[in-house]
């Protein structure tokens, strides 16, 4: 007992450990380049998912009131050891504050396809803005110096010409996949209570890529100073045609005084320490048009649509191999050009197996040029032992410099293949290994002859039968029903049966009696009696049959509340009809008839009377 | 008049087994676009004959449309799940293209059993049970051979109801209401028109399921993503 409560603890234990295994796999964590961060710069912001599921993970940032928030890039890398494959992505963003302040990142939500992880809040200092001297060491941020009184506006110059915003693109016509740069500047020469809110134009035919960080600087047109920050985007075209760039619109609020110098690096602080006279303006760019060209025709066969200006090289983690043992042979393609869309090449070669492929990247974006390193390993083998030959892999592409297809490839490799140890082999396939069969790849099974769809046809016939079709099994089902409730009713209480049912079984006597009063008025008349003492034994609810004629009328009036004429003619017909039978010779069918008209207009007089 | 309607079958088989080798050709001599316009038109011809759906997405494969490929061998699959070719091409793109149709973790076999019918095959099965449940019941309310009649409408009772619930289980499959996604970096919005926010872009042969539609406009949920939202109609091919 002892013994099996102990194996069991274990076995809980081992399960318990799996599933904190299985768990750990995935590591989601947040980290800042900087925690205290000037108004006028930015902070790097980068989200880190490694696990089983990295790639295939949905980063949700959360929107924050004191930063606006614009992606940088994405890599990722993925490596294998011993034939276990990891994978880890991270995601840049840039970061820049609009208010000066404690704040915090809150967290951010990592969801991974299966589950939801959350990264650690990230507290951020905002300082006032750095001093023109600062700046220098940053040549990426303009410096600002102090406003020369000529360069400050007018009294009386409209806001219209004191704040606008200006939208262009580096060019007006582009290939599909080459990118155009799109840069949008909000100028002004009054003070903004904050960094304005920045709304992203509606793209038609493109897509887009954020270029971090907002640059900031000054600039003097026609005799004013303006403070400007300018904002860049990458833009590819989908197809070849017309594109569009829908309207930017910006809103600010700005002082509408001019108290304050908007030049003075802490304008921003100044304006929060009491001075609340401004407005909100709201700017907006006018629709862009793109002509975008068709890439030449008579691109090379295995042309997969990408461009820009690449560069091919691999590698392998080994060069000497046994047979039947994996090998990393990994494929570099390095260059400008939107390299997350781009279809890698495949991979083949005369005995070898290639098991599966996996493919990474990392996305750069210096001097506002979209570019990176693709990485694609192939995993393979080789079926025999010897010096082998990779051969080179090609990679065409349209080069954006040169607007010409190329097609660049990387050199062969000779790999020593040693021979392998029997049974210490991978194989990712779920076949297990056959002895005297060579499995040498796998592939889509050939085509089927032509079915006649019979049994399809025959389905989907029944399966989409009309409504009617089923109300009519409903119908059966109903009716068969209802028959056997009446059944059961009748059983149950034959007498209220009789009584429901007395005239119109009497009217069907009567019927088949007068069909016989031609051939024989003496069954006839025998049919009518019995028609109508049947009838006065449902109505009154007691056998009449062994009862004399006074003893019937006595009943019926003890019953009902039966006029006098009633009773009469209950008496005078059965007495007419006991005559007829008896003592009458002349009974012909018209005799028959009266009679039987006589006890259709009694049945008629009792019905009303015996009415419940 | 028989002999007549014997000639005319006969007929029908020589012409039907001459196009037939017509495709087959193309595609043995390497003409994989030529077959798949053959193949296509069959599957125009006759709806039902699953084969012409399958050899199509063969084409197609050799094409290197994988998402072609792979809608036509689950539309194939929705008429007949049982060929067992189908569900092994089916199954082999499914891990190619990181589709998921089949986790890898669950035996095969369990599809085998899970898939064996067809959705209308399902439904035609669930009627007809119904049906002659109708009829034993009107026979026992009747009461014509009341024992057995009694027992049999039971049987079919229940089977009408498995059939049912299979029926339920399978149309939230993911072959049912489904489709493809054709385009590469196909974008998924945020509502049905370009004025919404885009919120997720997919890549090519990743099946999803259709929720609803709006015009050029079909509202999608990716499998497995929990991500739902609007993508344009001609971006992914309906099953």
Request: a positive charge.
């Amino acid at each position: 007992m002892k013994k099996t409560i102990g194996k069991l603890a274990i076995f809980i234990l081992l399960f318990i450990c799996s599933f904190g295994g299985a768990y750990a796999a995935t590591e989601v964590t947040a980290s800042v380049n900087k925690q205290i961060v000037p108004l006028n710069d930015y902070l790097i912001l980068t989200v880190y998912v490694s696990g089983d599921n990295a790639n295939s993970a949905t980063v949700q940032i959360p929107s924050m009131a004191n930063f606006s928030v614009s992606s940088s890039g994405r890599s990722t890398s993925i490596s294998i050891i011993n034939g276990r494959i990891s994978s880890s992505v991270e995601y840049s963003y840039i970061l820049t504050p609009k208010y000066a302040g404690k704040t915090s990142i809150p967290p951010i939500s990592v969801f991974t396809g299966k589950e939801k992880f959350f990264t650690k809040e990230i507290e951020i200092t905002v300082t006032s803005a750095k001093s023109s001297q600062a700046y220098q060491s940053q040549p990426s941020q303009p410096q600002r110096t102090s406003v020369q009184p000529k360069n400050r506006p007018a009294k009386g110059t409209p806001l219209e010409n004191l704040v606008f915003v200006k939208a262009e693109t580096d060019k007006k016509t582009a290939y599909p996949g080459e990118q155009i740069n799109l840069s949008f500047k909000f100028y002004t020469a009054v003070p903004i209570a904050r960094n304005p809110e920045y709304f992203p134009p509606k793209l038609y035919n493109l897509f887009s890529e954020d270029l971090p960080p907002v640059r900031t600087g000054e600039q003097v047109i026609n005799g004013i100073k303006y403070y400007y920050s300018e904002l860049k985007t990458a833009l590819f075209a989908i197809n070849a045609g017309k594109a569009r760039i829908g309207p930017i619109e910006i809103t600010a609020q700005v002082q509408k005084e001019e108290d304050i110098d908007p030049f003075d690096p802490n304008f921003m602080q100044k304006f929060f320490s009491g001075f609340t006279n401004y407005e909100e303006i709201k700017l907006n760019t006018k629709d862009m048009g793109l002509e975008i060209i068709p890439l030449p025709e008579n691109p090379p066969s295995d042309f997969s649509g990408a461009v820009g200006n690449f560069f091919i090289s691999r590698e392998v983690d080994r060069k000497e191999v046994k047979s039947g043992e994996p090998l990393n042979l990994t494929l570099k393609i390095t260059g400008k050009g939107n390299l997350k869309d781009i279809s890698v090449p495949e991979f083949s070669a005369e005995g070898v197996k290639v098991y599966d492929s996996l493919s990474s990247y990392s996305i750069t974006k210096h001097d506002d040029i979209i570019g990176g390193e693709k990485k694609v390993t192939y995993i393979i083998s080789f079926k025999e032992e010897g010096l082998k030959e990779i051969p080179p892999i090609k990679f065409s592409f349209f080069n954006i410099d040169t607007k010409k297809y190329e097609t660049i490839e990387t050199s062969p490799l000779k790999i020593k293949v040693l021979k392998g140890e029997g049974g210490k082999s991978y194989d990712f396939s779920d076949k297990p290994a056959d002895s005297g069969v060579d499995i040498k790849g796998s592939d889509i099974k050939y085509l089927l002859k032509p079915s006649a769809g019979l049994s399809a046809k025959i389905a989907r016939k029944i399966s989409t039968a009309p409504l009617y079709a089923h109300l009519f099994f409903c119908s059966i089902l109903i009716f068969s029903f209802l028959k056997n409730r009446s059944v059961y009713e009748r059983l149950r209480n034959p007498a209220f049966y009789a009584y429901k049912n007395a005239s119109s079984v009497l009217q069907a006597a009567l019927k088949k009696a007068q069909k016989e009063a031609s051939s024989n008025p003496y069954k006839s008349l025998s049919l009518i009696y019995d028609a109508i003492t049947d009838y006065l034994t449902a109505r009154i609810g007691e056998n009449v049959y062994s009862l004399p004629i006074n003893k019937i009328v006595q009943l019926y009036s003890s019953k009902f509340k039966a006029a006098e004429f009633t009773l009469g003619e209950i008496k005078s017909l059965l007495e007419e009809i006991e005559f007829l039978n008896y003592a009458s010779s002349g009974l012909n069918e018209k005799k028959v008839s009266e009679v039987a008209q006589r006890v259709s207009t009694l049945s008629e007089m009792i019905e009303k009377e015996t009415k419940k | 008049m028989k002999n007549i309607l014997i000639l005319f079958s006969f007929f029908i088989f020589l012409v039907s087994s001459a196009f037939c080798s017509q495709g087959e050709e193309y595609y043995k001599k390497g003409d994989f676009k030529a077959a798949a316009d053959f193949y296509y038109a069959q599957t125009l011809e006759n709806p039902y004959d699953y084969s012409a759906f399958y050899n199509y997405a063969n084409c197609l494969y050799r094409l290197k449309d994988k998402a072609g490929a792979l809608a036509y061998y689950m539309k194939a699959f929705e008429i007949n799940p049982r060929n067992s070719d189908l569900f092994y091409n089916l199954n082999f793109l499914s891990v190619q293209t990181q589709a998921g149709l089949f986790p890898q973790d669950i035996p095969s076999f369990v599809y085998r059993i899970y898939f064996f019918l067809s959705l209308n095959e399902i439904k035609a099965a669930a009627f007809l049970s119904f049906w002659t449940f109708c009829l034993f019941s009107s026979l026992f309310f009747l009461e014509k051979a009341k024992n057995f009649s009694k027992t049999a409408s039971v049987s079919f009772a229940a089977l009408a109801v498995i059939f049912s619930l299979l029926y339920f289980f399978r149309i939230n499959s993911v072959f049912h209401s489904a489709a493809v996604i054709k385009n590469s970096q196909a974008r998924i919005m945020s509502g049905p028109g370009e004025d919404f926010k885009l919120i997720a872009s997919a890549e090519n042969a990743k099946p999803v399921k259709i929720i609803s539609e709006a015009g050029e406009w079909i509202e999608i949920g990716l499998i497995g993503q929990g991500i739902k939202g609007w993508i344009k109609s001609e971006d992914i091919i309906k099953i």
